[in-house]
């Protein structure tokens, strides 16, 4: 069955560091997402990416955080200089209709 | 009003009984609406879609009230492997891509 991977699993970095987050989406899917899951809250959106652009973004998603579909697979997500509150779960999905999602990324920023 | 609210829970039922969630969103121009389950730090999985006509798969019934905004889901004979967070998911207007979570509802079966 076709699943939308991430990678890393887990990543611990320094505060003002840069990350990127990793996901390949399932093949014929058109839409991509990144969501993140702060511990025992809500699964929040951050950006949604369609025909090779931004398709929309939440308040969350600001000037440090990008996007990018470097190649016909992957689809990623850079934080330019994390902040200890950017600590979470990152899970990217992709859709046609109904969204499946990656098993995330756990981002500790110390 | 939070865009798609639900009661946080937990609901605490035994083994073999039905359980019903409820959802409401704030944003009439959705036109997508979706159930998932989530486990304990895992990522949120499809559990069904919600049908304007309603729609059974096994145990669960998902129905629509698009004039209430509100969703519900129906589990019946509750197994212990039905312990989870329920989330109710809602595209953000028509044509958007955004789907909007709600804080989920957590749901204990015991034996």
């Known amino acids: 069955e076709p699943e939308v991977t991430q990678t890393p699993s887990h990543q611990v970095t320094q505060m003002g560091q840069e990350v990127i987050l990793r996901c390949v989406p399932i093949?014929?899917?058109?839409?991509f997402y990144w969501y993140r899951q702060i511990l025992g809250q809500k699964v929040e959106f951050l950006v949604s990416?369609?025909?090779?652009?931004?398709?929309?973004k939440s308040e969350i998603f600001d000037d440090q955080f990008s996007v990018e579909r470097p190649d016909g697979s992957n689809f990623t997500l850079k934080i330019r200089s994390t902040k200890l509150e950017d600590s979470a779960m990152y899970f990217c999905a992709s859709s046609n209709d109904e969204a499946f999602f990656g098993q995330g990324t756990r981002l500790t920023v110390v | 009003r939070k865009e798609v609210e639900q009661d946080p829970g937990p609901f605490n039922v035994p083994e073999g009984a039905t359980v019903a969630f409820n959802c409401t969103y704030s944003n009439s121009a959705s036109q997508s609406f979706f159930w998932y389950r989530q486990d304990c730090r895992k990522e949120p999985k499809l559990l069904m879609s919600?049908?304007?006509s309603g729609n059974e798969d096994g145990r669960f019934t998902a129905q629509l009230n698009r004039a209430s905004q509100y969703i519900s889901l129906l589990i019946r004979d509750s197994k212990l492997s039905d312990s989870a967070t329920y989330l109710c998911?809602?595209?953000?207007?028509?044509?958007?891509?955004?789907?909007?979570f709600g804080s989920g509802t957590r749901l204990l079966v015991r034996p």
């Open positions: 998911v809602v595209n953000g207007e028509d044509s958007s891509y955004k789907l909007i």
């Open positions: 990416f369609y025909n090779n652009e931004i398709s929309e």
């Open positions: 093949s014929n899917h058109l839409y």
């Open positions: 919600v049908y304007s």
